[in-house]
C-alpha cells in the first residue's frame, strides 16, 4: 500500500498563517488544516478538504483555537555570566549608560563574570533563560557571542549556544559578535583587536561552522564605521552573513553599511537618518526593532518607523535579552513594547517575530509563516482574537507547541 501522504494533521484551526498571499489580516483562514509530512508543512488545506477526510494517520484537533507560526527572536545575547542589576540601580539614580561603560562597567563587566566561567557553567546559567523563551512560542533564537572578546571566550560563547540548541528543542542561530566592545587588553588599540578578530576569530568560527552570521557594535562607544567595514569584508570572504547594531545611540551611518554589504538585518535604529532608510529599502535589509533597550536606557529618541514603513523595509521584534539594557527574556514583552512605545498594530509586532524575524536570520525560506515547504513549527493559542497574544501578559495562552512537525508540551 503507498504510504499516506501525510504524517500528521492538525484539523479545525483558525490559522495566522502571515503568508503574504493571504489577504486577511494576519493571513487568516478560518477552519483550516495543517498537514504535516516529516518536518515540513506539507498542505494547507480546508479543514473539510478531501485529502484531510482521507488521511488515516494522526491528528490533533484543534477546536477552533488560534494557530500562529512558531515564534523566533532574532537577536539576544542569551548567554552572559554575572549581573548587572547593581548598574541598573546606579542608571536609575541617573548615571549614564555611556558613563558607566566609559569607567569600565556595562558590556566590561559581563566580560569579566563571563570569562570566568567554564562552558558547563554558562551553559547551565543560560538554560532557564532560554527556556523562559521557549515557554513563550519560541521555536528559533537567534543568540550572539560578544562577553568573551578574546579568541577562546568567543569561541566558548557559541559553543554555549550550539549546545543550547542540542539540548533544547529549539533551533539556534549563533552570530559572532566579538566587536560588542573593544577588551581591557586591547584599550586604545581597537584597530589592533578587529586585526584579530579579521585574521583569527572570522575565519576559525567559518571552519567550524560556529556561527552563522557577524555582527558589531558600530557606535561612538564601540567600533568606527571603518572598523565595522573591515569586519564585514572579512566575514563575507568567509560565506558569513552580516548584521549590526547601528545608530542606537548616536548616527554612524552603521545602517548605509550594513546595507552596502547586503546584511541580513540592521538593529536598534534609534537614531536612523533618512540616508539610512534608503539604503536598507533597496538592499532589502530587515529592520530589527528592540524596544527594550530603549524603555530600559530611557531613550527619547524612537526610531523612524512611520518611515521606514512608507519605505517598504520589513520590520522585525526582537527581545535584546541582555543583562544590561533589556534584561527580560520575554518575546512577548518586546513585542508589547513595540506597540506602546514604537506604534507597531498588534498584526506588525506578529509578523515581526515571524515571517520578518525569519528574513532577519537569512531563514525566509524555511521559517516564519504557514505555508507548505515550511518547517512545521508552530504554536496553539487560546484566545479570541490574535492581538490578545501582544496585549496580555504574565498568563501565556499557548496550549500547543509543534516543533520540526512533533507535537511538544506547551
Ligand atoms: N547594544 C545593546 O543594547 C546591547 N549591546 C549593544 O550593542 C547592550 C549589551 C549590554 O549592555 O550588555
Ligand atoms: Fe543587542
Known sequence: MDREPFDHVWIHARLATFDPRVPTPC???EDHAIAVRGDSIAAVLLSSAPEVRSHRGAVTDCGGKLVT?????????????GSRAAEWELRL?????TEIAKRGGGILSTVRATRGLSEEELFQSAVPCVQSLIREGVTCVEIKSGYGLTFDDELKMLRVARRLGERLNVDVSPTLLAAHAVPPEFAGRADD???????????VVAREKLADAVDVFCESIAFT???????????????LAIKGHVEQITNSHGAELVARHGGWSADH?????????????KSGTVAVLLPGAFYFLREKQKPPVEKLRAAGVALAVASDFNPGTSPF??????????CVLYGLSPEEALAGVTREAA?????GERLGTLEAGKRADFLVWDVTHPAEIVCQLGVTPLVGRVVSGKNCDA
Not at 507560526?69 to 555570566?81: A, K, L, N, R, Y
Not at 528574513?359 to 531563514?363: D, I, P, Q, S, V
Request: glycine share 10%; with cysteine; proline share 4%.
Open 27 to 29: 493571513g487568516l483562514l
Open 69 to 81: 507560526p512558531g515564534f523566533i527572536d532574532c537577536h539576544t545575547h542569551s548567554v552572559w555570566g
Open 93 to 97: 539614580a541617573g548615571v549614564p549608560y
Open 193 to 203: 583587536y578587529v586585526s584579530l578578530i579579521v585574521d583569527e576569530m572570522i575565519p
Open 225 to 239: 564605521s571603518a572598523q565595522c567595514d573591515r569586519i564585514f569584508s572579512a566575514a563575507k570572504a568567509h560565506g
Open 269 to 281: 535604529l534609534e537614531h536612523l537618518d533618512d540616508a539610512g532608510i534608503a539604503a536598507m529599502a
Open 329 to 338: 527574556a520575554s518575546i512577548r514583552l518586546a513585542m508589547n513594547m513595540a
Open 359 to 363: 528574513k532577519a536570520l537569512g531563514r
